[in-house]
């Protein structure tokens, strides 16, 4: 039936309908599966990770729930974790106190810092894993930016150099991939070169080169200690979310200066700019799955507003679909199991 007129639909076009049924491919489950346009398996994700001072500790991130700070101790029991379930790799973020925090971030730079005894110590218990550390100075500046400041201003040029030293330290603690988090300009070009000259050059480099000044980072900054700490905010060099085009430069220069690997931040609020930069340039591409779209997810399923298995799946699956090659998640985990089982 015509059923905007109430008419009979005519011969010719109620035969091309019974011809065209887009519904038959999604009838049963086997078939979905077969027309499956996007896949997404363990091997895409990597699992952020923080460390804290201390032995045997957990310290729960109360705005992330599951999420909790170990130990050095408890990071190589997560290490063996992350291997059974056949993650690729973790990804190290530190939780620094204020007495060891300085306006030039020192601490970035000593090679006996959490970061390098985490990178040792999963080399010594899972020596398959990929270790991926964040190169900013955030963790470890008195003020929480990023780089160094002169007044009110965060300074590119001697930031990078403090950038290179604590690259260097994490590279010769073990660590696989450099991931600078920081936006300073020209930072992978000085960091690709220290790299290669001090003999790491099989040590790749993953360019947060997208970062945006994003208000869901809110609890990844509790959970490394920067929020009390940070003094202003982070506009002057993180990009503008309003802007694409500017993402994508920044993504060409990265790329130009020998970036392995590219990184959208945050995720899913941004899939557009995933999609821009994979179709535009082709290389490897990943996104994050940020501390405040885990919170929300999170914060919703245990209130009873959504299924939180499902739309974890869902949201997950939204990066494939717009092109990334992986995604940095702390539902990781899960997601291995939930995958695993099927």
């Given at each position: 039936m015509d059923l905007e007129a109430g008419r009979p639909i005519a011969p010719d076009m109620?035969?091309?309908?019974?011809g065209r049924r887009m519904r038959r491919n999604r009838r049963t489950d086997w078939s979905r599966r077969l027309v499956r346009e996007n896949t997404l398996t363990v091997d895409d994700l990597i699992w952020p990770v923080f460390l804290t001072e201390g032995e045997g500790r957990r310290d729960p991130v109360p705005s992330m729930?599951?999420?909790?700070?170990?130990?050095?101790?408890?990071?190589?029991?997560?290490?063996?974790?992350?291997a059974e379930l056949q993650i690729p790799a973790i990804a190290l973020f530190p939780y620094t106190g204020p007495d060891k925090r300085d306006a030039q971030g020192s601490e970035a730079a000593n090679p006996d810092n959490l970061i390098c005894q985490g990178c040792r110590e999963i080399a010594r218990r899972v020596p398959s894993l990929g270790i991926m550390t964040d190169v900013a100075l955030?963790?470890?500046?008195?003020?929480?930016?990023?780089?160094?400041?002169?007044?009110d201003e965060?300074?590119?040029?001697?930031?990078?150099?403090?950038?290179?030293?604590?690259?260097?330290?994490?590279?010769e603690a073990g660590c696989h991939i450099?991931?600078?988090?920081?936006?300073?300009?020209?930072?992978?070009?000085?960091?690709?070169?220290?790299?290669?000259?001090?003999?790491?050059?099989?040590?790749?480099?993953?360019a947060y080169a997208a970062k945006f000044a994003s208000a869901f980072y809110g609890p990844f900054r509790d959970a490394v200690g920067a929020t009390?700490?940070?003094?202003g905010d982070k506009r002057t060099y993180q990009l503008d979310p309003a802007n694409a085009l500017e993402a994508l430069r920044e993504v060409e220069l990265d790329l130009a200066e020998a970036a392995d690997m590219?990184?959208?931040?945050?995720?899913?609020?941004?899939?557009?700019?995933?999609?821009?930069?994979?179709?535009?340039?082709?290389?490897?591409t990943f996104a994050y799955m940020v501390s405040g779209e885990y919170a929300m997810i999170e914060a919703a399923a245990a209130n009873g507003w959504l299924d939180g298995e499902r739309v974890m799946m869902e949201a997950h699956m939204a990066f494939k679909r717009a092109g990334a090659d992986g995604i940095l998640t702390y539902h990781a985990p899960r997601l291995a199991r939930r995958l695993a089982a099927g």
């Amino acid at each position: 039936m015509d059923l905007e007129a109430g008419r009979p639909i005519a011969p010719d076009m109620a035969q091309i309908l019974k011809g065209r049924r887009m519904r038959r491919n999604r009838r049963t489950d086997w078939s979905r599966r077969l027309v499956r346009e996007n896949t997404l398996t363990v091997d895409d994700l990597i699992w952020p990770v923080f460390l804290t001072e201390g032995e045997g500790r957990r310290d729960p991130v109360p705005s992330m729930p599951g999420v909790f700070r170990l130990s050095v101790d408890e990071l190589g029991a997560a290490a063996e974790e992350a291997a059974e379930l056949q993650i690729p790799a973790i990804a190290l973020f530190p939780y620094t106190g204020p007495d060891k925090r300085d306006a030039q971030g020192s601490e970035a730079a000593n090679p006996d810092n959490l970061i390098c005894q985490g990178c040792r110590e999963i080399a010594r218990r899972v020596p398959s894993l990929g270790i991926m550390t964040d190169v900013a100075l955030d963790p470890y500046t008195s003020h929480g930016h990023d780089g160094l400041m002169v007044g009110d201003e965060i300074v590119n040029d001697a930031t990078i150099a403090q950038l290179v030293n604590q690259a260097i330290v994490q590279a010769e603690a073990g660590c696989h991939i450099i991931a600078p988090s920081d936006m300073m300009d020209g930072r992978i070009g000085a960091i690709r070169a220290a790299l290669d000259r001090a003999g790491h050059e099989h040590v790749q480099i993953m360019a947060y080169a997208a970062k945006f000044a994003s208000a869901f980072y809110g609890p990844f900054r509790d959970a490394v200690g920067a929020t009390a700490a940070l003094k202003g905010d982070k506009r002057t060099y993180q990009l503008d979310p309003a802007n694409a085009l500017e993402a994508l430069r920044e993504v060409e220069l990265d790329l130009a200066e020998a970036a392995d690997m590219i990184m959208v931040k945050p995720g899913l609020p941004y899939l557009d700019i995933v999609y821009r930069v994979k179709e535009r340039f082709g290389a490897p591409t990943f996104a994050y799955m940020v501390s405040g779209e885990y919170a929300m997810i999170e914060a919703a399923a245990a209130n009873g507003w959504l299924d939180g298995e499902r739309v974890m799946m869902e949201a997950h699956m939204a990066f494939k679909r717009a092109g990334a090659d992986g995604i940095l998640t702390y539902h990781a985990p899960r997601l291995a199991r939930r995958l695993a089982a099927g």
